[in-house]
């Protein structure tokens, strides 16, 4: 009998009248029936739905599959959440190209493309320090950034500091002598430094990572991706804005008018979102050149931050009562005007004829 050469073995042979031929290989896609090797071209649904979910080489093929399919315009088979759209306005429509205007509500939904249980993570891993992985920054919040939680964070803030601060004034002040009224302009500052704090910021700390980026080796193409890498101006609010979330509870604390506890109550706040915004932002913060400065400056800004908010909001001056308000007005000095006119009197009817007295 003739030995099979390696060519003999790759060749593809027809047995007519006999089984049908069946291809033995450990293939991801591949069925338990009979003659359906020609099948496997047919389409993608077909393969999907012979997908074998226990073999690690089956799924990987599948991610980069839906992955693939993802990036072309086309939705996911198993993803029950909507593709997010690109930053240039292009939708999952039919074309692909066509671009949204900056001017219309359709553009502005893709940044509000989350879910609740998506809300409540980031929530959590803005709170809780080691909870994000490494790659959070740019592979959960770079790939879809959204201003939902952000805005609902700092409106929820705006009036939970704005009524927690009167409530705190009124039981500070609050006697049976002293009127108290409440400070809608706390509304006010406290919107004015809110927004100020999580829009200015972080456009700030995104000029300083493209400013002072580090140059890269274009000899190491593997680390260049890397080493490049700055957020978006986008990231950046969406990561300040879920970092505020702590205070809102701590806000309502405040109220509890103890300066030990409220202090530590600042001092903890800020240390736990503080710390985990350096530990989120660390793939930027290693590729800038003033990393240790940016680093002292956050975690100085979110410290004065809950001191302002403390000190401004919370920390009202003993008012006296009314009756010790003001001082007691002295007693008037006995006027002299009427002295003098008395005196005045007497020399003019002395100086008259007849009515001096010998």
Known sequence: METPTADDLLQFRDYSGGAPAQINVNSPTHGGSGGSGGSGGSGGGGANAQRQRGDPLADLIYDMTSSAQGFGGAASPDSSQPQNSSLDGSGGGAGGGAKLSLFTIEYYQQFFNVDTYMVLERIANSMIPKRAAGNYLRMNIGENPDLYGPFWITVTLIFSIAISGNIASYLQQ?????????????????????????????????????????????????????????????????????????????????????????????????????????????????????????????????????????????????????????????????????????????????????????
């Open 174 to 358: 609050a006697t049976d002598s002293y009127k108290w009224h409440y400070n809608f302009h706390l509304v006010s500052y406290a919107a004015t430094s809110i927004f100020l704090y999580a829009n200015i910021l972080p456009a700030v700390l995104w000029a300083l990572f493209k400013y002072s980026l580090k140059p890269v080796d274009s000899a190491d193409a593997v680390e260049t991706d890397s080493a490049s890498y700055t957020p978006s101006l986008l990231s950046l609010m969406c990561i300040y804005g879920y970092s505020l979330a702590i205070y809102i509870p701590v806000s309502i604390l405040w109220v509890i008018n103890i300066s030990l506890l409220q202090w530590l109550l600042v001092i903890t706040a800020a240390l736990l979102s503080g710390t985990v915004l350096i530990a989120v932002l660390t793939p930027a913060l290693r590729n800038s050149q003033f990393s240790l400065f940016l680093i002292v400056g956050i975690l100085s800004a979110h410290v004065v931050l809950a001191a302002g908010f403390l000190l401004y909001f919370f920390h009202n001056p003993t008012v006296l009562p009314l009756d010790a308000a003001a001082p007691a007005p002295a007693a008037p000095a006995a006027p002299a005007v009427p002295a003098a006119l008395k005196a005045v009197t007497q020399a003019v009817v002395n100086a008259v004829p007849g009515n001096q007295t010998h």
